[in-house]
């Protein structure tokens, strides 16, 4: 396995902990296009992706959108999505059995106030997914997304500029998703047989039931 992020220390102390024989930690921006074809060139075999690297950059409405956090969500969210695709295409279909597996959101599909930027970058990561599906149908390549609701990790805190306060009272009052509870749904799909592909999978925290319904009276 192959772990590409901007990160190095944080991806090779995780590579350290997986074992040297189970992962290698390679750096990684998705949204430069030199720094994929150079993660590519390292991986000349590729049977699954991975496309975890995305995220959100403030929660402005349409009236105050900023531009340049626009094109940051859709350079990583989706043009880095797309880049990604593409290098690694012609090794996952000479596998045979090729699989994509695309970090979605349920941003994808239930748009809310604040979040225009973001719901339109993962709408867009999502068209990509499917057209890639009907683009290859016949070849050995199989092409999933995960939608997830809450999951606490690092998202609030890069969505609100590093304010820790703000981040810490997104996942107030309620029990949200874990990166552990996401990865997992991903081993599921990726160990699958390979005529059997996984379209499309939306996966909550039991307290929420919309982006904008979130039982939080579990709040001291
Ligand atoms: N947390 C949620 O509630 C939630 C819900 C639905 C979907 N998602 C999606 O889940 C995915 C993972 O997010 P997360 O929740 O784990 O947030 P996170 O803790 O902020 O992780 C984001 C990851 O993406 C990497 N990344 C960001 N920009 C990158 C770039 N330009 N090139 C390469 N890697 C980059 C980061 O590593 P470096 O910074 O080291 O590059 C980090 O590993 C994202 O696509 C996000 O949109 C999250």
Request: aromatic share 6%; hydrophobic share 45%.
């Amino acid at each position: 396995m192959v772990l590409g992020a901007r990160r190095l220390d944080r991806l090779q102390a995780l590579a350290t902990e997986l074992g040297s024989e189970v992962a290698t930690a390679l750096p990684l921006d998705v949204t430069e296009p030199t720094s994929v074809e150079a993660f590519s060139r390292e991986v000349p075999e590729c049977r699954l992706v991975v496309h975890a690297a995305g995220g959100a950059l403030g929660l402005d409405p349409v009236a105050d959108a900023d531009e340049s956090r626009w094109r940051t969500m859709y350079e990583t969210n989706v043009l880095g999505v797309l880049r990604v695709t593409r290098a690694f295409l012609p090794a996952l279909l000479a596998s045979g059995d090729g699989q994509v597996v695309l970090i979605g959101s349920v941003a994808s599909f239930e748009p809310y106030a604040g979040g225009a930027g973001y719901n339109a970058a993962k709408a867009a990561a999502s068209s990509l997914a499917d057209v890639l599906r009907i683009e290859h149908v016949g070849r050995p390549l199989r092409v999933s997304e995960i939608d997830p609701g809450m999951v606490e990790t690092e998202f609030s805190l890069v969505r609100f500029d590093g304010d820790a306060e703000r981040a810490a009272a997104t996942y107030r009052g309620m029990t949200p998703l874990t990166a552990s509870d996401v990865a997992e749904v991903v081993a599921f799909v990726a160990s699958r047989p390979a005529h059997v592909d996984l379209d499309r999978i939306v996966m909550r925290p039991r307290d929420q039931a919309r982006v904008w319904l979130v039982d939080r009276s579990k709040q001291a």
